[in-house]
Structure formats: C-alpha cells, structure tokens
C-alpha cells in the first residue's frame, strides 16, 4: 500500500492536472485544424467536381459540333468542294488525328482525348473527398481524445480535493492514469 501512497500524493495528482490539460488543449487544437482542413478538401472538392461538371458539358459540345462538321463534309465531299473543305477545316484536333489513324471514326481514343480535362477534373475532386475524410475521420478520433483526457483530467482534479488519506482519491488517481494511458493510444493512433 506505501507504494501505491505515491499515486496519492499532491505532486502526482497535480502532474496529472497539469499534463492533461495541456494535452486536452493539444489534442482539441489539432481536431480543430483537422476539421478545417477537411472543410477546405470538401470546398475545394466541390469546387473541382463543379468544374468537371462543366468540361463534360463543353467536351459534349464539341463532340456535336465535331460531329455536324463531319456530316458537313461528308454531304458536301466529292460536290461542293468549297464547303466540303470549310467543314474540314472545322474538324476538333481531335477528330482530325482519330481519322489520321484510320481507325473507327469517333473512336475510343477520341471520346478519351474530348473527356480528358473533365475526366482529370473529377479524379481530383475525389482525391479531395477522399482526403477530405482521413482529415474528418482523424478530427473524430481527436475529440474522442479530448473527452478521454477530459475525463481523466477530473478524475485527477476531484482526487486531489480529497483527503490524502483517502482510498477513493487513490482510486480516481488510478483511473486518471488510465484514461491518460487509454487517450494516448487512441492520439497516437489518430496522428500516426
């Protein structure tokens, strides 16, 4: 029992105080930076998938276009040579070397070139998102953290109010050491 006397005493339960509340601070401050750096991959993901939105709908545009100047020419090749030539000199860069390589006309590869900005748009709005979260995720864990120390920051706070004789204060000493034990394994966990 003398050895446990020291887990008892005024200057242990007022560390405890004194390491927990630092870092219950630590710990909500780095939750709060979390939680705004999630909003900004979120804002910013929006923003991206947003743009996206728009370049599939630019790149659709086109498409038609490329494809009214194809019927164009078409139409117009072998008859009327001047406006079988306007119409092919409209043709996109990408319709122009997907007849280059000879291959199917409208091709994989061209409807891969069209998409491109779009389709590279959204992949980066999903890599927000998806960073968006690990930041959410690890902001969750650091307020689980924060309740933790918390918990154990009053248990050794209401110890030291009671007499030194006390086995509850010994008791709460215990239990804040655990909740201190416990709150860093789930920290670590979070900032590793």
């Known amino acids: 029992m003398k050895r446990l006397k020291f887990f008892s005493s005024e200057l242990w339960l007022g560390s405890l105080v004194a390491l927990l509340s630092v870092l219950v ?5 780095q939750s ?3 939680d705004s750096k999630e909003g900004d991959l979120n804002v ?8 996206s939105n728009g370049y ?9 276009y490329d494809y009214t100047m194809y019927d164009g020419w078409y139409v117009n090749e072998g008859k009327d040579d001047d406006a079988a ?9 990408a319709l122009t070397a997907n007849i280059d390589r000879g ?9 891969e070139e069209m998409y491109a900005d779009a389709n590279a748009t959204y992949d980066e709005a999903v890599t927000n998102f998806d960073e968006a979260q690990k930041a959410g995720d690890r902001a969750d864990k650091l307020q689980l953290v924060v309740l933790i120390f918390a918990v154990g920051l009053a248990l050794a706070a209401y110890g030291s109010l009671l007499d030194a004789e006390s086995r509850l204060r010994l008791l709460f000493s215990i239990g804040s050491v655990v909740a ?3 709150g860093l394994v789930i920290y670590f966990g979070a900032i590793l």
């Open 25 to 29: 601070a630590l710990a909500a401050y």
């Open 32 to 34: 709060g930076v979390s």
């Open 44 to 51: 910013e993901g929006q923003k991206q998938l947003t743009d």
């Open 56 to 64: 599939y709908l630019e790149a659709n545009q086109y498409i038609i």
């Open 85 to 93: 030539e306007y119409y092919l000199a409209n043709f996109s860069e």
């Open 103 to 111: 291959e199917d006309l409208f091709d994989e590869q061209y409807y």
């Open 180 to 182: 201190l034990a416990f």
